[in-house]
């Protein structure tokens, strides 16, 4: 079911579909634990959003985004709060809850249940809740929801939700094909050409010289945090520890004796032999081909001309022989000499005829002969299982509420403490520090999730090299003093300026086009520091081609109406373009070849079915009613991003 899920994500229907899962496989953020019920953590008398009967408390939303937060950083462990809402992800997240809780009435309404078992089932196959046998562990399943603040009942709703989801919306989604006569207008829309002007307005000659003073610098600053945001840094106190530390009790002549005794079989004489072999169905056949080969014939040759192959095994004991074939058949070519066909033998997948391939004996081992060889490998064991008692003793002293300082001391392990560390393991402001690259595993962990003082383990070499834990102190995501980044602040605030000059000349370009210049022209009268008119254009079908990103001035050219001009803001405070439109030909659908129109319905029809689920989730928000309360949402939105408490 999970990999079912994994493929849906790209589409409309797996974003809803997706629902509680997100949590348990840590894809990011637009996908993360999305539906939910205002009865689940929200604060009484806050409501962001009346779904039907439903309620989503501002306390639930904020949770929920704080969710879908932790598990972005598991992706992307340098992402700040602030950077995570402006980029969508409180909009995102309160969409979904939105949309989960419509759903679930528009269901219910429908007719559509869910039973209790059908839940428990769903939960039973989630890969996080198994424990070591591979099956459901309640204790992983409480751990699991210990460690992601959320509560048993608040999952089951997720999973009602989902499955009522999958019922009515699966099918729906899954269009087999689409019409040609429906692909055709999409054919056309794909061979597009089109044809335009551009010109390009810098920012930075227009940028001003003068130094507005601290304070219009720090106004700047709060406008634009999220900019010159430092991330969230994390200083780490560890204690490595591998094989060397951990002793092992020394192999004694006794145990040697022992493996030895109870592997007699594996060091008495041996003989194991290499067959070339052909299956044949029935006698009369095999008789036919064994007569061919003793001719003369190769037996891959005989084979071929009977229409059947040979095949080769590996070296095979005589016993392991006659688990393939039957103990009669590996009798007789154990008592064969190399290069002796025998057979044909009759076996349980029909008549065999084999030849002897190769022979290899192995004489009989001492004790004696035998012992260097179990002393390697019971020191090997016993250093795998020491190292493994030594890891599983400091794992049950962190949950039983050790510190890294006392299991380091009891252990005699050496403590080092890290610089306030961003996840790159790069400390801002020392550029010189450099982290041991073989604590790279350590500081991802450490970046994952946890609070302070908390000790865990980490893998640093697998099965070789290990570390204890602990996130010393966390140093919350802010800006630095002004002060302290001045001189980068004020060239971003005069790029700023110049930005603003360049939008308006460039609003002006636009206008004196409309008003019937062409864009040279306009150009010309708007002054120096202005890019040269280039001419930009393609075809539809090659934005994309490969993989490439779109450039911003083609994506929006192929947007606009013909004739028209648009203005469009390069980021970065780099400047402004305009864009003018002159030139659209599309060709007539009726006359495109009937094979090209087919390559292009194949692929359409997902896209057909993700439109029917849009439709379907606007028409059950439509049928419950849905209402936003907006300002308590902006309320959140600052309060998130630092710049503002919420309301209550």
């Known amino acids: 079911m999970i990999t079912a ?25 637009a996908l993360s634990d999305v539906t939910g019920n205002s009865t689940f953590g929200g604060i009484g008398g806050a409501n962001v959003a009346k779904v039907g009967g439903e309620e989503i408390g501002v306390g639930e939303l904020r949770d929920r985004v704080r969710m879908a937060y932790n598990q972005a ?52 196959d989630i890969p996080a809740f198994a424990g070591v046998s591979g099956s459901f562990d309640q204790t992983a399943f409480e751990r699991f929801l210990r460690d992601n603040g959320m509560t048993e009942t608040q999952l ?58 601290d304070a219009a610098l720090q106004t700047y600053l709060t406008q634009n945090v999220a900019r010159f945001t430092i991330p969230e840094r994390r200083v780490i106190q560890y204690a490595l520890f591998d094989r060397t530390a951990v002793p092992v009790p020394a192999v004694t002549d006794a145990e040697i004796a022992k493996i030895y005794k109870d592997n007699a079989a594996r060091y008495a004489a041996s003989e194991t032999r290499r067959f070339a072999q052909v299956i044949v169905p029935d006698q009369a056949t095999a008789n036919s081909l064994a007569a061919k080969v003793r001719s003369g014939t190769a037996l891959t040759a005989a084979a071929q001309a009977a229409g059947l192959s040979a095949s080769t095994t590996g070296d095979l004991t005589q016993s392991a022989y006659a688990a393939t074939s039957t103990a009669a058949a590996a009798k007789a070519a154990f008592a064969a000499k190399r290069g002796d066909l025998i057979g044909p033998i009759q076996t349980g997948l029909g008549w065999t005829v084999a030849r002897v391939e190769d022979v290899t004996t192995r004489p009989a081992q001492s004790l004696a002969d035998a012992s260097a060889e179990i002393r390697t490998e019971l020191a090997k064991n016993k250093a795998n299982e020491s190292i493994v008692d030594y890891y599983n003793a400091i794992q049950d002293a962190v949950n039983g ?62 099965n070789e090299k290990f570390a204890v834990y602990a996130v010393k102190s966390i140093i919350a995501a802010a800006p630095p003093p002004l002060a302290q980044i001045r001189g980068d602040l004020l060239g971003d605030w005069r790029l700023a300026q110049g930005q603003k000059i360049a939008r308006d000349k460039a609003r002006a370009i636009a206008k004196a086009v409309e008003t019937g210049k062409s864009l040279a022209d306009a150009v010309a009268a708007a002054g120096p520091n202005i890019g040269n008119v280039q001419t930009i254009g393609g075809r539809r079908a090659e934005l994309g081609a490969g993989g490439k990103p779109v450039p911003p001035e083609l994506a929006l050219l192929f947007s606009m109406a013909k004739n028209s001009v648009k203005t469009l803001e390069i980021p970065g405070n780099r400047g402004w373009m305009v864009i003018a439109l002159a030139d659209v030909q599309r060709p007539d659908p009726k006359t495109i070849e009937p094979a090209r129109v087919a390559g292009i319905a194949q692929p359409l029809a997902p896209a057909f079915g993700n439109e029917l689920i849009e439709q379907l989730s606007a028409e059950a928000k439509r049928r419950v009613g849905v209402t936003i309360n907006k300002e308590l949402v902006e309320q959140l939105r600052k309060e998130l991003t630092g710049t503002a408490p919420v309301a209550e």
């Open 156 to 213: 089951r709703r997720d999973l009602r939700q989902q499955l009522l989801i999958e019922q009515i919306a699966a099918p729906i989604a899954t269009m087999p094909r689409v019409g040609l006569g429906m692909a055709q207008p999409y054919a056309a829309l794909l061979l597009e050409q089109r044809r335009g002007q551009a010109t390009f307005i810098p920012a930075s000659p227009f940028a001003p010289t003068a130094d507005p003073g």
């Open 73 to 124: 950083r598991q992706n992307q462990p340098g992402m700040t709060m602030a950077a995570f809402v402006e980029s969508g992800g409180l909009d995102q997240v309160l969409d979904q809850l939105v949309e989960g809780l419509a759903f679930e009435q528009f269901a219910t309404e429908m007719g559509f249940g869910v039973s209790k078992r059908l839940v428990d089932g769903r939960i039973a």
């Open 401 to 462: 509420g050790a510190s890294i300082d006392e299991i380091a001391a009891d252990r005699k392990l050496a403590l080092a403490t890290t610089p306030a560390l961003l996840p790159s393991g790069r400390v801002p402001g020392q550029p010189a520090y450099a982290l041991a690259p073989e604590l790279a595993p350590l500081v991802a962990q450490a970046f994952q999730g946890g609070s302070e003082g908390e000790g865990q383990l980490a893998t640093l070499v697998e």
């Open 5 to 29: 899920i994994r493929r849906m994500f790209s589409s409309t229907l797996g974003k809803i579909l997706a629902l509680g899962f997100v949590a348990f496989i840590g894809v990011a953020f």
